[in-house]
Every structure is written in structure tokens, then in C-alpha cells.
């Protein structure tokens, strides 16, 4: 069952500008995460946001949170090459059990 | 990849045979984790255990199998039964169900 969705599918920005990804989910949450997977690697956590939480920041990362629209984004300020990968946001329903991921959003950064 | 091993990188199979993925943490987490991602996908959910001799099918169960007899190994079996095998292989912990996950570095299984 597909819970969250990212938006875009693809993303491709000059280095040093800012990305923005969106995740929009249907059912309400215990907590919202976002993860990051470089090309045939395991997934890296980012953040963790929880219901009650409408922001929070990361270094160069910042999730907000609008529980209302069920939707969440992720900006990436001053993009680096290392920043490209693929970036996932994942929910934890109540009672789900599980978290579910979304199909991801794939970000280059071009020099 | 944190404190999860997984091995091998890369596994070869013949279609028929049944084949034993490994997943090791030394991260003292009770959860662990199972997912399945096919090329340009998202993750699907195959299995997961929430503590030690204890484990749920998540949404594509069908053709694997698990075991958690430690709590720092869930090893994941394909099965001849497993109609579209190819694909790559996550294994994951977290300390429980409301925290994040820890991924492993992943198995890329191809079967022919």
C-alpha cells in the first residue's frame, strides 16, 4: 500500500542552488522520515519528524510538516554534488506496524 | 551502513534454488527489517520482527521465509517459490517500531 509519494520524480539543479522535494501522504501519522540512498547503497536516516512538529532542521537539511494537508518537504540549501541520490520519505501510520516508503525522488546536483 | 552487516554484495543463482540472504547487527535493536527494491522503486516491506522469535509477513511475504532465533541475526530465504527473485535485497534495524531505521548496505541477488 503506497502511503507517501514524492514529488518530483526527478530533480536536476546546478550546485550550489537549493532543492526542494515534497511527500505527500493520505492517512494521519505517528512520525514522518526522510532517508537518502546513494546509487546501489543501503538508505542513510535524515530526519525524523513527528506528528506534533511542524519543523525541523538538519545542518543543510530542513523538513517541515503541515499535518493538515498531509504533506511534508525536505530543502536542501547550498546543494553539493555529494547531494546526489535519491531521497525517500517514509510514514508511520498508528497501528500500521511498518514504515512505508514512497517511490523517491532522484536529485543531481550538476557541477 | 551503521552496525548492520549484510554479505554477500552480489549473489548468483541458479532459478530453482533456494537461497539464504544474511543480515548481522550489533546495534542491540530489537526491530529488524526486510525490504525488497526493484530498479528506479521505492521499498516493499517482505518481513520484520519486532524482538526474537518473533516475526510478521509485511505486504510481499509470498516466496520468502525468515528467522529470528538472535536478536542480532534475521537471515531471509528465497524460495524457488518466489516468482520474480532479481531484485535487491535491504535488511534494516531500529531500537523499535516508532523510531528510525538503520539500513545495511543491501544484496544484489540475479537469478537465471
Known amino acids: 500500500s503506497q502511503q507517501g509519494e514524492e514529488d518530483p520524480q526527478a530533480l536536476s539543479i546546478q550546485e550550489g542552488e537549493n532543492a526542494t522535494m515534497n511527500c505527500s501522504y493520505k492517512?494521519?501519522?505517528?512520525?514522518l522520515q526522510w532517508y537518502r540512498q546513494n546509487s546501489g547503497r543501503g538508505l542513510v536516516h535524515l530526519i525524523l519528524i513527528r506528528s506534533n512538529e511542524r519543523e525541523k532542521h538538519s545542518g543543510r537539511l530542513r523538513v517541515t510538516l503541515d499535518t493538515s494537508k498531509k504533506s511534508s518537504s525536505l530543502l536542501i540549501t547550498a546543494s553539493r554534488a555529494a547531494d546526489t541520490a535519491s531521497y525517500f520519505c517514509?510514514?508511520?501510520?498508528?497501528?500500521?506496524?511498518?514504515?512505508?516508503f514512497g517511490q523517491g525522488t532522484r536529485l543531481t546536483i550538476n557541477p | 551502513d551503521g552496525g548492520i552487516t549484510q554479505s554477500p554484495k552480489y549473489l548468483f543463482r541458479k532459478e530453482g534454488q533456494n537461497v539464504t540472504l544474511s543480515c548481522e547487527q550489533n546495534?542491540?535493536?530489537?526491530?529488524m527489517y526486510w525490504y525488497r527494491q526493484d530498479p528506479g522503486q521505492g521499498l516493499r516491506l517482505i518481513y520484520y520482527s519486532q524482538i526474537v522469535n518473533d516475526f510478521q509477513k509485511g505486504d510481499i511475504a509470498e516466496g520468502y521465509s525468515v528467522s529470528r532465533e538472535k536478536k542480532e541475526s534475521f537471515p531471509l530465504t528465497v524460495t524457488s517459490a518466489q516468482k520474480n527473485p532479481t531484485a535487491f535485497y535491504l535488511c534494516?534495524?531500529?531500537?523499535?517500531?516508532?523510531?528510525?531505521?538503520?539500513f545495511g548496505p543491501g544484496t544484489r541477488l540475479t537469478v537465471t
Open positions: 517514509a510514514t508511520d501510520a498508528p497501528g500500521a506496524q511498518k514504515l512505508v
Open positions: 546495534l542491540n535493536h530489537d526491530a
Open positions: 492517512t494521519s501519522i505517528n512520525n
Open positions: 534494516a534495524s531500529s531500537i523499535d517500531r516508532e523510531n528510525e531505521q538503520y
